[in-house]
């Protein structure tokens, strides 16, 4: 199996090492080509490889090293995108077999185009859930991605493919969306980092939406600092998206070493220990102990919440898909198909009842946060389920697998508020544990985040492939 000196290096070594000149862009693109070749096959992370691309990138960066020019925090870090990300020249499949019509996209998405401004260099597009309704990384068009530590398991979705990509070695950093937590139940299942970011914070134009209201971008990598260093390169306003908030850029890298130290931070109770296998509360123990959290927090009326994000996620997704319900049924994957069409048939008495209850519980949430800093809560019900499993037991009650992995990160992302999912090292897989802070403060989150990895509690695990 290929694996070069940089195979497992973090985001922020490789630019380290290519701007010491202690190796060059090309040779770790190479490198990374090479991993893809070799693995992908079994992995499903890719379904489109830009290496031509990706050889005059590193080229670039390396003529700019000889020239004495800045070549950004990022120099020669390959990254991917799941493929509902506009990449220039391909079609933005966005896990579908109906995009693959759509003609190749004029221009890139503006993370892609801020990531290679700080000196990344873009390898492919990544597999995904169909449009972005999944949890489990499963896609009937493109083939299951698979999880790195077991490939008999599920990677989580729906950003199934930039899971199994970072986690498998094949690229240090790798974005994906969170409508209801598609970056961090990959990133748990997985053993990964995985930052979504405050609803409005990084733009979106240019990508293939699913729920408009819910949906947000962000970086999953194999710590903490290559975390932060993506967010900050990504920071900006954009008004092609009018969700985007014109806000100042405010940089999270600076302020990791800061540490836990004086940070109030609570442990989600009640709702977030419901369901829970052992694994995921041995998790969650484990770092609030590390963290010296005693403090138990209730949040208010979850099941509720969770209730309104299905009606929200389903009429909303069901509306922007008439027109393919309509024309091309029989090409959807059947279990998305089924879940739109319900949705399109949800009363409108019942999406305006959740909406209001949306901005009550977004009110009564952001309460808890005048006296606590952070909040930890498990990111998934257990470890990564096999591949093509429909059901396990929770609380007693058999329920279905796709629906019910997101059953702690939904009630997140129904309120916008910026998460890092952090990933414990259990045997013989790995799960997530999410920290949830206030609005606009993904840099105390990350600093968290830094924290606990730096103290050994929380790693990305490699993989024994």
């Not at 999880?147 to 240090?172: I, K, Q, Y």
């Not at 929770?394 to 279905?400: A, K, Q, R």
């Not at 939904?410 to 508020?417: A, E, V």
């Amino acid at each position: 199996m290929s694996e070069g000196p940089y195979t497992w290096a973090s985001a922020a070594a490789v630019a380290a090492a290519v701007a010491s000149g202690e190796t060059t862009a090309a040779a770790v693109v190479e490198a990374a080509l090479e991993r893809i070749a070799e693995l992908n096959p079994t992995l499903d992370a890719f379904t489109d490889v830009t290496a031509h691309r990706a050889r005059a990138g590193a080229a670039a960066i390396d003529r700019a090293r000889h020239r004495g020019q800045s070549m950004g925090p990022l120099a020669g870090v390959p990254f991917a995108v799941k493929n509902l990300f506009d990449v220039k020249g391909l079609a933005t499949r966005a896990g579908s077999k109906i995009n693959r019509d759509l003609p190749p996209a004029p221009r890139d998405q503006p993370l892609i185009e801020r990531l290679e401004a700080a000196g990344a260099i873009l390898v492919g597009a990544l597999n995904m859930g169909e449009y972005a309704y999944d949890f489990t990384g499963e896609n009937v068009h493109d083939g299951n991605a698979r999880n790195p530590h077991d490939l008999t398991r599920m990677t989580g979705g729906s950003s199934g493919g930039s899971g199994g990509a970072v986690a498998g070695g094949l690229v240090p950093l790798a974005l994906g969306s969170d409508t209801n937590g598609s970056i961090r139940v990959p990133s748990s299942l997985c053993g990964l980092f995985g930052l979504k970011p405050t609803y409005g914070r990084l733009p979106r134009n240019r990508s293939f939406p699913f729920v408009d209201s819910l949906d947000h971008l962000g970086p999953i990598a194999r710590s903490a600092l290559d975390l932060a260093i993506a967010y900050d390169a990504m920071q900006g306003h954009d008004p092609g998206d009018a969700a985007c908030v014109d806000r100042p850029v405010e940089p999270a890298t600076h302020a990791l070493d800061a540490g836990t130290g004086g940070l109030r931070i609570a442990v989600a109770g009640g709702y977030f220990r419901q369901g829970a296998f052992p694994e995921a509360l041995a998790a969650l123990d484990t770092v609030a102990k590390a963290l010296g959290a005693t403090r138990s927090v209730a949040l208010p009326e979850v099941s509720r919440a969770r209730s309104a994000a299905y009606v929200i996620t389903a009429t909303e997704g069901a509306s922007l898909h008439l027109g393919r319900l309509r024309d091309r049924a029989e090409d959807f994957d059947p279990a998305v198909r089924d879940r739109l069409i319900a949705g399109a048939m949800v009363p409108s008495a019942l999406v305006v009842k959740a909406q209001k209850f949306r901005r009550w519980y977004r009110d009564e949430v952001l309460k808890l946060f005048a006296e606590i800093d952070a909040i930890v809560m498990p990111a998934t019900p257990c470890t990564a389920p096999a591949i093509g499993q429909q059901t396990f037991v929770l609380d007693g009650v058999e329920m279905p697998v796709r629906a019910n992995l997101g059953i702690y990160t939904q009630p997140i992302s129904f309120i916008g508020l910026p998460v890092v999912c952090v990933p414990v090292p259990l045997s013989p897989l790995p799960i997530g544990v999410q920290i949830v802070a206030a609005p606009w403060c993904e840099d105390v989150a990350l600093r968290i985040a830094h924290g606990l990895e730096r103290d050994g509690v929380v790693t990305a695990p490699r993989p024994a492939l």
